[in-house]
């Protein structure tokens, strides 16, 4: 979850972790910038998948939400709302 400070107008996300997992319990994904990986390019940022963790960029939610639809659901989405009656 985000952690968010505004000041005069400006909004800053300081920490954040995002946590994909199935439903037994283990991870999926997870996106975060924890200072504990300092090795990896674009420190803090970070993505954890199974037992590797790699460089990311900062992430936000619909981000998140996008590519667990994308992985969920790798069909083309235009395509199926194309062709779907209401």
Not at 52 to 77: C, D, F, M, W, Y
């Amino acid at each position: 979850m985000p952690v968010v400070s505004i000041f005069d107008e400006t909004v800053e996300i300081s920490k954040y972790n995002f946590h994909w997992q199935d439903a037994t319990g283990n991870l999926i994904r997870r996106w975060d910038n924890a200072p504990h990986h300092p090795e990896l390019d674009n420190y803090p940022h970070h993505v954890h998948a199974k037992d590797t963790v790699s460089a990311s960029s900062e992430i936000g939610i619909r981000t998140v939400l996008s590519v667990v639809k994308s992985i969920l659901n790798p069909r083309n989405q235009h395509t199926r709302i194309a062709n779907s009656t209401n």
